[in-house]
């Protein structure tokens, strides 16, 4: 269960636990969320507990004719003082308010039981006016041991009406705007990423719907903008429960409020690095500086601000007269400071990078779009047999390595070809459609044999497509380098997706926190949509880090709906069937894991497996353990409520596609369960825990490109300047 912060609601003040058991084992004692609302039990046993000067826990006890119950309450100071000395506010005042204060605890019978029977709920009364962190609530003397976990067929009388106001609190009515301190669970499209009253550049279209389709958000009911209907105001802070929010630990390591402040500092120091902005860093020695010999800082409040913050980012060093900044040197640099130069580096990095996940294996030859050929010109791809065979050199033809399982490719020609012509209007900044294709040695590594890079038919010109291939020859060489450029930062555009929030949402709305499948996601859950909604405000909001750092810009989430709309399927989000589907594995009940891979060193997918299989083989033992036939699955209202919207209300968007499972029998919930696991822990690890140690010397994985390929339109000048200095050219 997330924090349990207890605190003074404009709803109640009286806030229930209601008890769960630990499936499996025991403690004796549990942990409890709490909640904010009211409700009137006549019948039942109170509890006052009061505070000792000096002390933090409480102990009242009950006597319920020759049981005697105690209850210990723990209320935790809160985290603050990090945030004084950086002249940040957060938290508490004075802890001190508490000594003299009382909790009154109210124990609820499970069931309707004048006699009063087994507990099945507290309520917790806080008579403080200020918000406290009550850490758990300990009772014991029962003779019953556990307190349990219910599904919804099974609750006791005592607390079915319980359960069900609880989650009738949670869902909300759906009016005005929700305040800090709420905890209402509702469903919004993304529609507060701009603030074009303020500034009419940075209006962005809805994204959730028909036009853009996408995982809806949290709800928060903001008033819309004057300029534009559609538009959610934004606000200093964005609304998120209160149970989804940040501990007072948690908040220690992560600070929307610092990093923008760490932000607003940096970029312009960093800006003195660059010689040109609109153009970049003008040579590698400028990029290797930020590691060897850092830039100026602004005056720091606090020293070793930058590395008590960041430190696996920054080295912050003194030399008497002004702070100065260093880049942390990645690992990947540590080791070889050209890795990034290297054709089996670019290779291996589509297989344990930071996308390994869109590689595929070329099924059908020759490669061809899809796209509209009126639009986007000619489909076939400038990619031919004879040039294949010319990089295998006679180790096979070009329809034997296909036969033969030979050929791999990153496919991103079709997904952003529509985006060029637009992106290309961007200051300092192009875009290709683009191919890379790769063999597959008898070494078991991938060689990269081609690169082919696409621009459409736009202003007044023919389609451009050019195929590059690695050289010998300086000219060439260079020019395969900006090739493999242009197609890695493509690569990086896509590797996450907004996906995860809708499950959650709808947990909290249909799933009671009794619930044994809540309490196995809990979790998983745990701080998502706070980090989601701190995206909002500073990542992809308009102007925003994404916008101004990565190639697509202003148009970087359409982009995202795009993917979403012809990549996102719930079903291949499941790591064995994703593998599958990209050719990248076949079934074989005799290999490990059930199947055999195409490239047997493949990082993503050895490691992701072995998670795979650990994950599903707990959620199989949980499940079978609540559920020991398929009717109590079927019957479950509050599981199969969930599921429903899921699918209908937080993927409206994707509602009616015919491959989202139906949760009929354990097997089909186990998969369901292990699949959103596994995006939320193992999938999100590889895609976003190796960033800064492969893009963090961004010349291997770069977030832009500003200049077109030199034999694009090749004028006298531009080729002159290529011929010099080839390494400005991107």
């Known amino acids: 269960m997330l924090k349990p912060q207890l605190h003074q609601s404009h709803l109640s003040t009286k806030i229930p636990f209601l008890l769960p058991k630990p499936f499996i084992h025991g403690s004796g004692h549990a942990s409890f969320p709490v909640y904010s609302r009211s409700l009137s039990t006549k019948a039942n046993k109170k509890v006052r507990a009061g505070y000792k000067h000096g002390s933090i826990k409480s102990i009242a006890s009950v006597t319920q004719q020759s049981t005697d119950v105690k209850a210990v309450v723990t209320v935790k100071q809160t985290v603050v003082d990090f945030w004084t000395e950086i002249g940040i506010e957060r938290g508490l005042d004075d802890f001190t308010d508490l000594f003299g204060k009382t909790l009154l605890l109210e124990l609820v019978s499970a069931e309707l039981d004048p006699n009063f029977g087994e507990i099945g709920a507290i309520f917790v009364e806080n008579e403080h006016h200020k918000e406290m962190y009550l850490h758990d ?106 149970d989804e929010e940040f501990s007072e630990i948690k908040m220690g390591t992560f600070s929307a409020k610092t990093l923008k402040s760490v932000l607003h500092a940096l970029v312009p120091s960093l800006s003195t690095a660059i010689v040109d902005s609109d153009l970049g860093f003008p040579f590698f020695s400028s990029i290797d500086a930020l590691f060897n010999e850092g830039i100026n800082l602004p005056p720091l409040k606090k020293q070793g601000f930058w590395k008590d913050l960041l430190p696996n980012l920054f080295r912050a060093i003194t030399d008497g007269t002004k702070d100065v900044l260093k880049f942390e040197t990645p690992d990947t640099m540590e080791r070889d400071r050209f890795f990034w130069f290297r054709d089996e580096e670019f290779a291996r990095q589509t297989l344990s990078g930071l996308n390994p996940c869109t590689i595929k294996m070329v099924t059908e030859w020759p490669l061809r779009s899809k796209l509209d050929p009126e639009i986007y010109g000619p489909q076939e791809s400038a990619i031919t047999t004879e040039m294949v065979e010319q990089e295998i050199k006679g180790f096979m033809t070009c329809g034997e ?162 993917v979403y709309d012809q990549e996102w399927r719930f079903d291949y989000e499941a790591l064995p069937k994703d593998l599958i589907n990209r050719a990248m594995a076949v079934e074989d009940p005799s290999a490990p894991h059930g199947l055999k891979l195409m490239v047997e060193d493949y990082p993503y997918a050895n490691d992701g497996l072995v998670l795979w299989d650990i994950i599903k083989e707990w959620v199989s033992d949980y499940v079978n353990h609540y559920y020991s036939d398929s009717s109590l699955i079927v019957s479950d209202n509050e599981l199969q409520a969930w599921w429903t919207e899921v699918r209908t209300v937080g993927h409206a968007d994707k509602k009616d596609e015919p491959w989202w499972p139906v949760l009929k029998t354990p097997q089909d919930l186990i998969e369901t369960l292990t699949t959103i696991i596994w995006i939320a822990s193992g999938h999100h690890a590889a895609v976003n825990f190796g960033q800064y ?18 034999t694009e339109d090749p004028n006298d000048e531009l080729l002159k300047l290529f011929w010099e200095k080839p390494e400005i050219s991107n």
């Open 693 to 710: 140690t492969y893009a963090g010397y961004f010349p291997n994985r770069p977030t832009t490109a500003r200049m077109n390929m030199p």
């Open 137 to 242: 609530v300990v009772l014991n003397g029962f003779p019953a041991g556990p307190v349990h976990s219910y599904l919804p067929s099974e609750t006791p009388n005592g607390l079915a009406k319980l359960r069900k106001e609880e989650l009738e609190t949670l869902r909300g009515n759906d009016n005005g705007e929700r305040k800090k301190g709420e905890r209402i669970y509702d469903y919004d499209v993304y529609n507060d990423l701009g603030n074009p009253d303020s500034d009419p550049e940075t209006a962005r279209p809805v994204i959730g719907g028909e036009e853009h389709p996408y995982p809806r958000r949290c709800r928060t009911g903001r008033p819309r903008t004057e300029s534009d209907p559609l538009t959610e105001t934004r606000s200093s802070s964005f609304y998120v429960p209160r």
């Open 401 to 562: 390595a296909v036969k033969a399982q030979k050929l791999f490719i990153l496919d991103y020609h079709d997904l952003f070809l529509p985006f060029v012509s637009k992106i290309r209007e961007l200051k300092g900044t192009t875009l290709y459609g683009s191919r890379t294709l790769f063999f597959l040695t008898h070494e078991g590594t991938l060689r990269p044999l081609a690169i082919e890079l696409t621009r459409p038919p736009m202003d007044g010109k023919p389609q451009w497509k050019q195929v590059f291939r690695p050289a010998w020859h300086s000219t060439g060489v260079w020019l395969w380098r900006l090739a493999k450029a242009m197609s890695l930062h493509t690569s990086l555009a896509i590797t996450s997706l907004l996906v995860t929030e809708p499950y959650i949402i709808a947990a909290h709305r249909q799933l009671s926190e009794m619930h044994p499948i809540y309490r196995l996601l809990h979790p998983h859950f745990r701080y998502t949509m706070e980090i989601n909604a701190l995206a909002r405000q500073y990542l992809i909001n308009a102007k925003g880090i994404i916008e101004t750092s990565f190639f697509p810009g202003k148009y970087s989430m359409e982009l995202s709906s795009v």
